[in-house]
């Protein structure tokens, strides 16, 4: 997808790794700008109203509400030519976790290594994605677009993560 090749294409892939460790990110519930951590030890803080604010939204809206989280994925996928790294975020991701970010993170709370297990789960997966280049001329990895599971007993992630964990 370099040079002149279109802005989106759909595949057919396996997922080969999915990174777990940084699964979600903070934005401003009014506006969905992202948000900075204020406290570099607090950033995977149990609490969704933390000490960051909307540097945007508190000029208009000096009653700031709390922080969501939305998903944003990094994961190895694998076409019939070759493996590369694409990021998804929350919409496409929502159809593989089954949930929203803030449900899977308060999950994971509960449940410490539900994230790693979900990761696992969702390997060997077989997808049909829509990639898109990124408009950010910043951006390192290719976004996926849209996502459909190709197996037919597909369950989501936290489907699968309730049922294990209880």
Do not use: W
């Amino acid at each position: 997808m370099e040079g002149d090749k279109p802005l989106t294409a759909t595949l057919m892939c396996t997922v080969v790794a999915v990174d777990h460790t940084h699964l979600c990110y903070r934005v401003c519930s009014l506006c969905e700008k992202t948000l900075t951590e204020t406290d570099k030890n607090n950033n995977t803080s149990s609490s969704s109203s933390s000490s960051s604010a909307c540097k945007y939204c508190n000029a208009f809206n000096p009653v700031s509400s709390n922080p969501k989280r939305l998903f944003r994925v990094l994961m190895s996928i694998a076409s019939d030519t070759k493996v590369f790294v694409v990021v998804m975020f929350d919409r496409a991701a929502r159809v593989l976790f089954g949930c929203s970010a803030d449900e899977f993170f308060d999950f994971a709370k509960l449940h410490p290594f539900s994230a790693e297990t979900a990761a696992k789960a969702l390997e060997g997966e077989m997808l049909r994605v829509t990639l898109s280049k990124p408009k950010n001329g910043n951006a390192q990895h290719q976004r996926v677009v849209s996502v459909v599971p190709l197996r037919s007993g597909f369950r989501p992630a936290i489907e699968n993560l309730r049922e294990l964990y209880g």
